[in-house]
């Protein structure tokens, strides 16, 4: 994610999902209503970088990482979300990586089904059930490695850096099929794929005179 010097950029990846906050429908009711509300689900990235008179930054960041667990229970249609939520303020030298936080989350589920009646049946009850047991473990590190980019050769670079991996990865995965980044930049963006600068000697000299 890219931004100015202090400002807010959030980034969010995920979907809406609709959640039922109010419902009537109620016998007689000539107006029968149910109310919803859509909540973001996924990975939301908010940061506020201040670069420092030093070349530090200092970094106002919150990650909220959500997923849908399942429903409450069998007879309702409620759902349960799961979330990860980690917020802070880290001051950061310009190109180093930094360890935001670590979280690991560990959980069990039993669950058990029977039939009616007969599950309840002493010594022969267990034929007529059965029991699952569910575990899982989360781990949830946050690595962040902030740039400063100080000229359009350096975010010029970076572009293509960024370009270059991607296009890698597609044809890593298929490669005989064409890019889809090279498809949609000849046909949607018309233009060409970004490259980085190379400096020429002159350029060097120039530089190291200054």
């Given amino acids: 994610i890219m931004t100015l010097d202090n400002e807010e950029a959030t980034f969010l990846v995920g979907q809406e999902v609709p959640i039922t906050t109010g419902q009537t429908l109620l016998d007689g009711n000539s107006n029968p209503f149910t109310t919803t509300e859509r909540k973001d689900i996924g990975v939301r990235l908010t940061v506020r970088p201040q670069i ?15 997923a849908i667990d399942g429903v409450l229970t069998r007879s309702a249609s409620d759902i349960v979300l799961d979330k990860r939520e980690l917020e ?4 950061v030298d ?35 059930r059965t029991t699952s047991r569910q575990g899982g473990r989360t781990n949830l590190m946050v690595f962040l490695r902030p740039t400063i980019i100080r000229t359009p050769e350096d975010a010029q670079g970076l572009s293509a850096d960024r370009w270059g991996y991607m296009r890698a990865q597609q044809q890593a995965m298929h490669p005989d099929v064409e890019p889809s980044l090279d498809a949609m930049l000849r046909d949607y963006m018309r233009a060409q794929p970004p490259s ?12 190291n005179a200054r």
Avoid: M, W, Y
């Fill in 52 to 66: 420092n008179s030093g070349g530090s930054i200092t970094l106002t960041l919150k990650q909220e990482v959500s």
């Fill in 88 to 91: 802070t303020t880290l001051v």
């Fill in 94 to 128: 310009d190109g180093d990586i930094a360890v935001a936080g670590g979280l690991l989350d560990q959980n069990e589920r039993l669950e058990s089904t029977r039939v009616p009646g007969l599950g309840d049946v002493p010594v022969i009850g267990h034929l007529f």
């Fill in 196 to 207: 980085a600068v190379i400096a020429t000697p002159s350029e060097n000299l120039d530089d």
